[in-house]
């Protein structure tokens, strides 16, 4: 079945670090792929998305490409805020299907 | 934005109960709801489908008898964990989808802020 692997924080990084969270895939088909975000205490929130290989998804300075040719998802961010505090999950699937999700990494920036 | 509530946000039952749990979309109709399960540091598992007007589609492994999954309206799904145990003990999100939010074959699902189940 499907899968999402992604690297197992908690990731500390200092403020205006450079920020990669790997996420690489297994699926079937062509599924299109999500980063959703989990603030403390408040419910799960998309992040960005990519429907087809080679497609950018980017918001609030991150991006991630979909690599078919990888089967990878990897989340980035030049400068990272204090803010940016969170749990990151890597998904796959959507439409009429429920979402594969991976573990969740734990970010915690320091000031 | 789609907005998604759920109810309550934390329960303690003893061992035996049932544990109703309301998912519902406040400005949006959602034909599909969805009903995750996450276990502490681990991935949120889809538990089950949820379409307005018709049963539920359960994953394998997951006991339909035990999580009863009602979908009347297409405001409102249902989770009942019945004669709860303590292994049942986790945290539950419910998310639902909007049609009109996104193109076919990659529409967005709207997450509940989940609720936090104890079964003692």
């Known amino acids: 079945g499907d899968s999402v692997t992604q690297m197992e924080g908690p990731v500390t990084l200092s403020e205006e670090a450079f920020l990669t969270i790997n996420c690489t895939y297994t699926a079937t088909g062509y599924p299109s792929l999500f980063w959703y975000v989990q603030y403390p205490g408040e419910g799960l929130q998309l992040l960005l998305k990519?429907?087809?290989?080679?497609d950018k998804g980017s918001n609030k300075g991150f991006e991630a490409t979909y690599r078919k040719e990888t089967t990878s998802f990897h989340l980035e961010k030049g400068s990272v805020q204090v803010s940016d505090s969170a749990v990151y999950f890597c998904a796959l699937g959507g439409g009429a299907d429920g979402l594969t999700f991976g573990k969740g990494t734990h970010l915690i920036i320091q000031p | 934005g789609a907005v998604v509530s759920q109810h309550p946000s934390w329960v303690i039952c003893k061992s035996g109960t049932s544990v109703k749990i309301e998912c519902r979309s406040l400005d949006f109709q959602a034909t599909t709801m969805f009903w995750y399960r996450q276990f502490p540091k681990q991935s949120l598992m889809l538990m089950a489908t949820s379409n307005e007007g018709s049963k539920a589609t359960y994953e394998q492994g997951v006991e339909k008898d035990k999580f009863l999954i009602n979908h009347a309206s297409l405001t409102l799904s249902t989770l009942t964990v019945t004669s709860a145990h303590p292994e049942d003990s986790s945290f539950y999100i419910c998310?639902?989808?909007?049609?009109?939010?996104?193109?076919?074959?990659?529409?967005?699902?709207?997450f509940g802020p989940g609720t936090r189940l104890t079964v003692l």
């Open positions: 998310s639902a989808r909007d049609p009109a939010a996104g193109t076919s074959g990659s529409i967005e699902q709207f």
């Open positions: 990519a429907t087809k290989a080679d």
